[in-house]
């Protein structure tokens, strides 16, 4: 059975969650949520899954163990018991710019690299100090990434990024629309919609209001851009996100078996939210 281990005088309110059993210490995951300054199950959840992600990759596994937990409401919810390094995982895997992230962050980062040490030697001042340096060089790489990201959202509302017949005219004009589109299906990439939507008077359907919209395959390429109002209804349309992404999208295609053209210039790489003209089909007119 886990015991909570009492807190000090003084120290880390990490160390007062900190638990023990025979299989060794360890934290929860809600007790840890609050600590972090998550307010938010589903959103610390997040950032549990990104962790797991980052262990998967190196090849690490068996660090996060899952376990039901009733909740005051009576149901059961689900909770992780965490080793140190599932805890530190977690932390480095949080927003950097709460400051109880980077108090997390510097915590768990110490006391994994105080295990690593303890059957070799004490941390001595000045390998604290340069682990303190590393820690700030992180978190200022971790805020700077998250600026970046902040700024690529404010690009996306600010209308930028290409449609996706640019996209194409720019990268891929040497094969037809038709097969491009259809490239775009097959691969799901882009919903197919195609006669899927209400009946027009001659008996012929019109294509579905998300055709075109990205699958779950594409929105990393993709996002839907604010449209124009048909028939007392919003149209969204896709675009192809800008910068990187859309060069990742362009390798993507020719490796896919997808023939580039030769014109490398091309449209401009961003247009502006006047320049999208949608096309019938696009928009579900009649």
């Given at each position: 059975?886990?015991?909570?281990?009492?807190?000090?005088?003084?120290?880390?309110?990490?160390?007062?969650?900190?638990?023990?059993?025979e299989?060794?210490?360890?934290?929860?995951?809600?007790?840890?949520?609050?600590?972090?300054?998550?307010?938010?199950?589903?959103?610390?959840?997040?950032?549990?899954?990104?962790?797991?992600?980052?262990?998967?990759n190196?090849?690490?596994?068996?660090?996060?163990?899952?376990?039901?937990?009733?909740?005051?409401?009576?149901?059961?919810?689900?909770?992780?018991?965490?080793?140190?390094?599932?805890?530190?995982?977690?932390?480095?895997?949080?927003?950097?710019?709460?400051?109880?992230?980077?108090?997390?962050?510097?915590?768990?980062?110490?006391?994994?690299?105080?295990?690593?040490?303890?059957?070799?030697?004490?941390?001595?001042?000045?390998?604290?100090?340069?682990?303190?340096?590393?820690?700030?060089?992180?978190?200022?790489?971790?805020?700077?990434?998250?600026d970046?990201?902040?700024?690529?959202?404010?690009?996306?509302?600010?209308?930028?990024?290409?449609t996706?017949?640019?996209?194409?005219?720019?990268?891929?004009?040497?094969?037809?629309?038709?097969?491009?589109?259809?490239?775009?299906?097959?691969?799901?990439?882009?919903?197919?919609?195609?006669?899927?939507?209400?009946?027009?008077?001659?008996?012929?359907?019109?294509d579905?209001?998300?055709?075109?919209?990205?699958?779950?395959?594409?929105?990393?390429?993709?996002?839907?851009?604010?449209?124009?109002v048909f028939?007392?209804?919003?149209?969204?349309?896709?675009?192809?996100?800008?910068?990187?992404?859309?060069?990742?999208?362009?390798?993507?295609?020719?490796?896919?078996?997808?023939?580039?053209?030769?014109?490398?210039?091309?449209?401009?790489?961003?247009?502006?939210?006047?320049?999208?003209?949608?096309?019938?089909?696009?928009?579900?007119?009649?």
């Amino acid at each position: 059975m886990s015991t909570i281990i009492p807190q000090s005088t003084g120290t880390s309110p990490f160390d007062a969650i900190r638990q023990e059993d025979e299989r060794g210490e360890h934290w929860a995951a809600r007790r840890l949520q609050p600590l972090m300054a998550y307010t938010n199950w589903r959103q610390f959840e997040a950032v549990i899954e990104r962790a797991m992600a980052a262990a998967a990759n190196t090849g690490v596994s068996a660090l996060f163990e899952a376990s039901l937990k009733k909740s005051s409401g009576g149901r059961p919810g689900t909770d992780y018991r965490l080793c140190r390094m599932a805890a530190y995982l977690i932390a480095m895997n949080g927003d950097p710019k709460k400051a109880e992230v980077a108090a997390a962050q510097t915590y768990f980062a110490i006391q994994t690299r105080a295990a690593e040490l303890a059957d070799i030697r004490p941390m001595d001042e000045l390998e604290l100090a340069e682990r303190q340096v590393q820690l700030i060089r992180e978190k200022r790489a971790a805020e700077a990434r998250a600026d970046r990201a902040e700024q690529t959202v404010s690009a996306l509302e600010g209308g930028d990024g290409l449609t996706i017949r640019s996209f194409h005219k720019k990268y891929f004009s040497d094969v037809s629309e038709r097969v491009f589109f259809g490239h775009l299906y097959s691969h799901h990439l882009l919903l197919d919609q195609r006669g899927k939507g209400s009946e027009r008077e001659d008996g012929t359907c019109r294509d579905g209001s998300q055709h075109r919209h990205p699958s779950y395959k594409g929105k990393h390429f993709f996002y839907l851009h604010g449209g124009k109002v048909f028939g007392g209804k919003r149209r969204e349309t896709a675009r192809v996100r800008p910068g990187q992404v859309e060069l990742e999208l362009k390798a993507l295609l020719i490796a896919q078996g997808l023939p580039a053209n030769n014109n490398e210039c091309g449209p401009l790489a961003i247009e502006g939210p006047t320049q999208t003209a949608l096309s019938l089909d696009e928009a579900g007119a009649a």
